[in-house]
């Protein structure tokens, strides 16, 4: 017997795995001072009440004989999967219910998903983006290439038909860089898409983030998006669902290869390797979708991009170049010239005590940034503010 070699082509530990050691180490050494951890976005705020009524009342249901559930369905239950359809109604798009399937969380999906496909495939993934991408696809044997997301881009790669791949990963708004596409962008993939015969996989976690009236909350807003695109999100940052775990993707019944449905796979998959997310979790993800769910989010989402704005405030005073933080609860700063991101993270933790996130962790095309998350409580994002600026202040940086 042998491991599955494709484990050695991946990094050594996962990113945010690294981040919380460098962090745990800086604590044993310097046990009087506070870290302010602005690197795992994590959200920091209760559950909306709406949320924990509804679980409440759904653990009720299971002490009763009457209206105890054991398994559930593999897809998710009926009435959730109403409830996110007709979500995705009042954004404009038209997905029905049976094309919904539940999950404990994107994370899993988008590990899962290149399962569907044939090994050995090409798989074209923005750099920097969230790792699990590429790692799911290098574990799978196939082989990833990567859309430079830069400055010069403004962080969103668009189609370059001289790159052929079977897999097309978009993040938007992105995570680590906060770019997020319009439609009319996201229409110009979803067309190179549908002229290569590549199947776009559309991660939309931070959609409800979007502030601007003018980026994709969905890619289902593009004409055609339902024959090439599957969407996945999650309810972990938009409805605080971290630690209960419950997401959904949509797999279109018009997805097909060679006249084969994707959507009848991805049953067969998920019936074969999931059980299901629980009925009190999956009660709580309806209410998260009610009017009063809905409004108690928006004002957590708005929270939390209160939170951004306090720290990009302070970035802006100190002439520091970010993107992100309108959009999107994260902010990409750039670090100073001649320092890379590992070493930058190092210094703001030891000279600030502040944890942020190597941008190099997200890809090659990370080094040189950082990003720091705006998923804390204001008091501290306010001292963030406050140390951001006097570490600027004491530690002389070059041109950026």
Not at 4 to 27: H, I, K, Q, R, W
Request: one cysteine or more; proline letters at 5%; glycine letters at 10%.
């Amino acid at each position: 017997m042998e491991f599955n070699g494709d484990f050695f082509n991946l990094p050594e530990s996962y990113l945010f795995a690294e981040v919380a050691d460098a962090v745990s180490g800086y604590e044993v050494l310097h046990p009087d001072k506070r870290v302010l951890k602005l690197s795992i976005g994590d959200v920091t705020l209760p559950l909306p009440p709406t949320v924990v009524g509804a679980m409440r009342s759904a653990a009720a249901e299971t002490g009763d004989k009457k209206t105890f559930r054991g398994y559930l369905p593999y897809e998710g239950c009926g009435f959730l999967r109403e409830s996110i359809k007709n979500y995705y109604k009042s954004m404009g798009a038209d997905v029905s219910a049976d094309e919904i399937f539940i999950s404990d969380g994107a994370k899993s999906d988008l590990w899962n998903l290149p399962d569907l496909f044939k090994r050995g495939l090409t798989a074209l993934v923005p750099d920097p983006v969230y790792p699990v991408y590429a790692e799911s696809n290098v574990l799978k044997g196939n082989r990833v290439v990567y859309a430079a997301a830069t400055e010069q881009n403004g962080f969103l790669p668009m189609p370059d038909y001289g790159v052929k791949a079977g897999l097309i990963y978009i993040c938007s708004p992105n995570n680590p860089t906060g770019a997020a596409y319009t439609p009319e962008q996201l229409q110009e993939w979803v067309e190179y898409a549908i002229k290569t015969g590549a199947v776009i996989l559309y991660d939309a976690a931070y959609e409800s983030f979007v502030r601007d009236g003018k980026s994709a909350r969905t890619i289902y807003s593009c004409a055609g998006a339902e024959s090439c695109a599957v969407e996945i999100c999650s309810l972990s940052k938009t409805a605080g669902f971290t630690g209960l775990r419950c997401g959904y993707t949509v797999v279109p019944k018009a997805l097909k290869l060679n006249g084969v449905s994707a959507n009848k796979l991805w049953y067969r998959l998920k019936s074969t390797c999931f059980n299901g997310v629980s009925y009190v979790v999956q009660r709580a993800a309806e209410a998260a979708f009610s009017a009063g769910g809905l409004a108690e989010i928006k004002k957590n989402t708005g929270y939390y991009m209160q939170n951004a704005k306090i720290l990009s405030g302070a970035l802006s005073r100190c002439g520091v170049p970010y993107w992100g933080g309108k959009n999107s609860p994260y902010i990409w700063l750039k670090c100073p010239r001649g320092t890379d991101s590992r070493g930058f993270f190092k210094e703001l933790l030891n000279g600030a005590g502040i944890a942020g996130t190597p941008g190099a962790g997200f890809g090659a095309g990370g080094e040189g940034y950082l990003r720091l998350s705006s998923f804390s409580d204001a008091e501290t994002a306010l001292e963030a503010a406050e140390r951001l600026e006097n570490f600027y202040k004491t530690h002389p940086i070059s041109a950026f």
